[in-house]
C-alpha cells in the first residue's frame, strides 16, 4: 500500500501520476464496523471493475481546524495504526489530505474536481452521512452530479449495533464513560493503546484516548509476551495496581478489558476474555 500525504501545493503532481480507482470515503478514526463495511463494500467494486481500491481520509480533524484549535479532538488511533489496518484490508492507496480552512472553504463542485475526478476516482463509497464541501453542503446524493457524471456512487446505509449507530463519537463516549467491555461490539476488537513505560511512569502516543478514571483489567503486550494485570487511571495518567516486571520497561500497548466496580469484581475472578475465564 502507497500512502500519500496532500495538500494544496503538491495536489497537481498527484494528479497526474493517479491511475482509476474506487475509492472510500471518511476520517475513519477507530476503524470500526461501519468504516470496515465502507471500505470492504468499495474493495468489491474495485475488483469488480478491475481497479485499484483508494481511501481518502483528513488530518487534522476537521473540528479541530475549523474551531481554531478551541475543541480538542480525542483521537481514537494515530494514522501510522490506520495505516497498518488499512494495509490489512486490501487498500492499494491511502490518500491523507491536510485539512485547511482553505481546504474546507472549497466549494462541493471543486473538492470533487480537484480531489475525486483528477485523482482517478470512477466510483466513490462513503457511508450515507458523508459531506464534503463548503460548510458540508455537499453529499452523496449530489456527488454523481457534481462531478460531471464521471463518478458513480454508492452509499453505504446505517451500521447499528444494540439500535445505536457505530460511529467514532459512539466509541469516545464509552471511553468517557469507562465502558470499555462494550467496545468489541462496535470496534471488533478491544481497544488498545501504545505508549512508553519506563518503570515509573507510563507515557501515551499521540493520538489516542484513555478511557475515563478508574480502575481496570487490562492486557499489556511487549513483543511476544502479554501480562494481564489492573491498572489505575487518574487525571489522564496510568500506573499499575502491581508492579510490573522489568521486562516490561519499554515500548508496550494495553489492552482495556473491562471496568473494575463493586459490581464487577477485579481481575482474575470471573472476567471472559475470547471466551477463556481469567
Known amino acids: 500500500m502507497e500512502t500519500i500525504y496532500i495538500n494544496h501545493d503538491n495536489l497537481a503532481d498527484w494528479q497526474g501520476k493517479a491511475n482509476a480507482c474506487v475509492m472510500a470515503l471518511g476520517f475513519f478514526d477507530g476503524l470500526h464496523y461501519g468504516h470496515r463495511e465502507v471500505i470492504k463494500t468499495a474493495l468489491r467494486i474495485a475488483k469488480e471493475k478491475g481497479v485499484q481500491l483508494a481511501v481518502m481520509s483528513f488530518f487534522p480533524h476537521p473540528k479541530s481546524v475549523l474551531s481554531n484549535g478551541e475543541k480538542q479532538i480525542d483521537y481514537l488511533m494515530p494514522l501510522s495504526v490506520k495505516e497498518k489496518i488499512l494495509r490489512g484490508l486490501g487498500v492499494d492507496t491511502f490518500y491523507i489530505v491536510e485539512f485547511t480552512r482553505g481546504f474546507a472553504a472549497l466549494s462541493p463542485e471543486q473538492y470533487v474536481k480537484d480531489y475525486l475526478v483528477n485523482l482517478g476516482v470512477i466510483h466513490a463509497v462513503a457511508g ?44 469516545r463516549e464509552r471511553l468517557a464513560a469507562g465502558n470499555v467491555e462494550d467496545l468489541p461490539d462496535f470496534l471488533g476488537c ?25 480502575k481496570y ?6 513483543g511476544n509476551l502479554s501480562k494481564f494485570t489492573e491498572v489505575i487511571v487518574e487525571e489522564k495518567q496510568l500506573k499499575p495496581v502491581l508492579e510490573l516486571p522489568l521486562y516490561m520497561i519499554g515500548e508496550l500497548s494495553i489492552v482495556w478489558h473491562q471496568r473494575i466496580t463493586q459490581e464487577a469484581p477485579s481481575f482474575g475472578t470471573n472476567l471472559k476474555v475470547g471466551g477463556l475465564t481469567l
Open 217 to 222: 483489567a487490562v492486557t499489556i503486550n511487549i
Open 190 to 214: 478491544y481497544y488498545e493503546i501504545e505508549g512508553m513505560w519506563d518503570g515509573q511512569s507510563f507515557k501515551l502516543n499521540p493520538y489516542y484516548t484513555l478511557p475515563t478514571p478508574g
Open 128 to 171: 450515507f452521512d458523508f459531506t464534503y464541501g463548503s460548510r458540508g453542503i455537499g453529499n452523496l446524493d449530489r456527488l454523481q452530479k457534481d462531478s460531471g457524471g464521471i463518478i458513480d456512487v454508492t452509499k453505504v446505509e446505517k451500521v447499528a449495533c444494540r439500535g445505536e449507530k457505530i460511529s467514532s463519537t459512539s466509541i
